[in-house]
């Protein structure tokens, strides 16, 4: 069975505090995606990556970035949380170019008071 | 204007009804058409997926494309209380060299009632 794991379920950080959520798949995915999940808006692409060391912006860029040192483990990374980045996020992988499906990991719930 | 666009409901059914989910899509470019279904405190899971126009069968579920009207449905015969999820529907298009780049409809919260 392919895993998504998120570092987190539930998290509570104070504004302008440096946020880091980790994701890691078991199935050798040359993919890598964080969305952000929220009522009315469904999911927003972030970021994805597409190899080692690779990231493209998605629909929503701003306010954070990526890391991907390992094939297995894509970082989101918000370098000052704001309140309007509370969220659910999700991270998804999947294989090779053109259509696949993505698997989801469980979703961090992130609450920036 | 949003790319893809799906009612949000909530839809609340008696259990066997025969349930209809939409959404519709202004990108032409837009070839590959999925739904997936969350449940309450998971992540998304493929539900089924369809290439370019027509329908699909899947047990109780069948999804429909009609690219001349950009627009998709999900049905789902003989509801079940098990089918009470958020469905969400997705599009991509062929040619992105990063693979798989997907847009999501709003999601669509279902419960079916015993």
């Known amino acids: 069975d392919v895993k998504v794991t998120q570092s987190s379920r539930y998290l509570v950080k104070r504004t302008g505090e440096k946020v880091f959520l980790e994701c890691v798949q078991d199935?050798?995915?040359?993919?890598m995606f964080w969305y952000r999940q929220d009522p009315g808006l469904g999911l927003r692409l972030i970021y994805f990556s597409y190899d080692v060391k690779m990231k493209e912006k998605g629909d929503i860029p701003e306010g954070y970035s990526v890391s991907r040192e390992k094939k297995e483990r894509f970082s989101l990374i918000l370098e000052s949380a704001s309140t309007n980045q509370t969220s659910m996020y999700l991270c998804a992988s999947t294989w090779g170019q053109g259509w696949n499906e993505q698997f989801f990991g469980p979703g961090t719930r992130l609450t920036v008071l | 204007q949003k790319e893809v666009e799906q009612d949000p409901g909530p839809l609340s059914v008696p259990e066997g009804a025969i349930v209809s989910l939409n959404c519709t899509y202004s990108?032409?470019?837009?070839?590959?058409f999925m739904w997936y279904r969350q449940y309450s405190r998971k992540g998304p899971e493929l539900l089924m997926y369809t290439y370019s126009s027509g329908n699909k069968e899947d047990g109780r579920f069948t999804a429909q494309v009609d690219k001349s009207s950009k627009y998709i449905s999900l049905f789902i015969r003989d509801s079940q209380p098990s089918d009470s999820a958020t469905y969400l529907c997705?599009?991509?298009?062929?040619?992105?060299?990063?693979?798989?780049?997907?847009?999501f409809g709003e999601g669509t919260q279902l419960t079916v009632n015993p």
């Open positions: 199935m050798d995915h040359e993919n």
């Open positions: 997705a599009m991509s298009a062929l040619g992105e060299t990063s693979g798989s780049r997907l847009t």
């Open positions: 990108n032409s470019a837009f070839q590959y």
